[in-house]
């Protein structure tokens, strides 16, 4: 008898369940379907979520990011530091604003910026810090925000894959300065498309919402000004309505995410791929909301490259993998202002040889069993 080859597991795949789904489409048909209603009761969700602080919505993490950035007052001639290792909307909003991304290293364990290289990349005209928490693991938030206290630096914190993540026992986006969050679809809590701002006053979050919309206030029945370039970075009540829908099992999703990244550790814990030197992520269960589980390849000990192993994954395992984040410094657009293979040798042996594996809600702990056994056959069958 030959077996039915096991289905395709993605390495992402969104939850989207069907109370959700009747909700959009009562949106759809309630006459109202951008901005409005949804995004009102959002916002008011996820500022409880965040300890009563004011939030604004946004159409995408970027937006959100290049916002934050444009309110804490970050333009040309200023310097913001950031790690390398992220998503590259982390310093292309850097640019947009006219400034200057410095890179920090960062440290190879938690992979995320080495808080001891932070203070040495501080110059006059540093003007902000962009923190990433790579997977939903935040950095020391006690150390960064006495830096940035000390220095007089504004925080505009990468959230973006940090919704449900802790520190000293608090949400994300509860403390800080500025928080930006994204709700894309890979994220752990999405909107299709979309992010939010967590701001310090409403002073800022008016800001937020001007820059939102073309920078435009409205008053009485006929009035409207414009005193700020905004752009065009609203939110549609579609999309709300999917992330109220999302906000309601947060906490299950979580759960899950806990319980599979602990399956992945079991996985792992006596394992050829272990005893070969794949490096697993920093097992932090108090803080983490287990947004990616990424191993870190022997490339040196594998006689097959990564791209191999991802091909072998897939053609022989029907599991998909995926890549987060090559190091943005030798993008050519980061080449091009100076930046070189060398600088951030840590960033860029993560950045090549990282791999994400499977993690979504709706895997079950044998599908990481599946995943873990293929990955221990592929380093016995090519380790060196
Ligand atoms: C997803 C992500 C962003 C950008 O968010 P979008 O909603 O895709 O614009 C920025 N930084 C990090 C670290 C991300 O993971």
Redesign the pocket.
């Known amino acids: 008898m030959t077996q039915e080859p096991l289905p395709f597991l993605p390495f992402v795949r969104p939850e989207i369940d069907e109370a959700t789904i009747e909700g959009v489409v009562e949106v759809l048909r309630s006459g109202w379907i951008t901005t409005g209603p949804q995004n009102q009761a959002f916002e008011k969700a996820l500022s409880e979520f965040c300890g009563g602080r004011p939030v604004r919505t946004f159409n ?4 959100t ?1 290049e916002i934050g950035l444009r309110i804490a007052g970050v333009g040309p001639g200023d310097e913001v530091i950031t790690s390398p290792a ?2 590259v ?2 310093a292309n909003v850097i640019l947009e604003v006219g400034a200057t991304p410095v890179f920090v290293d960062i440290d190879p364990l938690t992979r995320n910026l080495d808080l001891n290289l932070l203070e040495q990349a501080i110059t006059p005209r540093t003007k902000a810090i962009i923190p ?1 928490y ?1 997977a939903g693991l935040p950095v020391d938030m006690d150390r960064l925000y006495d830096i940035a206290r000390a220095h007089r630096l504004r925080v505009v914190e ?1 959230a ?2 940090a919704l449900g993540s802790r520190w000293r026992g608090e949400r994300i986006g509860k403390l800080g300065d500025i928080v ?1 969050f ?3 679809a ?2 752990n809590l999405t909107t299709i ?3 939010a701002l967590v701001l310090n006053n409403e002073d800022e979050a008016e800001l937020a919402r001007k820059y939102r919309l073309q920078g435009v206030t409205r008053t009485g029945y006929d009035g409207m000004d414009c005193d700020l370039l905004g752009g065009k970075y609203n939110l549609t009540d579609v999309a709300a309505r999917v992330g109220l829908g999302q906000l309601a099992q947060l906490e299950r999703f979580l759960q899950k995410r806990k319980t599979l990244a602990r399956a992945y550790f079991e996985g792992f814990a006596t394992s050829a791929a272990r005893e070969l030197g794949v490096e697993l992520p920093v097992a932090d269960f108090e803080n983490s909301n287990w947004h990616m589980f990424q191993i870190v390849l022997p490339l040196e000990k594998l006689a097959i490259d990564r791209a191999g192993f991802m091909q072998k994954l897939h053609d022989t395992y029907h599991i998909g993998t995926g890549v ?1 984040y090559p190091a943005i410094h030798l993008f050519t657009l980061y080449r091009a202002r100076g930046f070189a293979a060398g600088m951030f040798p840590h960033a860029e042996r993560f950045g090549a040889s990282t791999l994400t594996l499977p993690l979504f809600t709706l895997m079950t702990e044998r599908d990481v069993a599946r995943v873990t056994a293929a990955v221990n056959e592929i380093c016995e069958h090519y380790g060196k």
């Open positions: 995408s993490g970027t937006a990011l992220s998503w909307a982390t990433v790579l990468d973006a894959q930006s994204s709700f894309h890979n994220k498309e979309g992010g987060h």
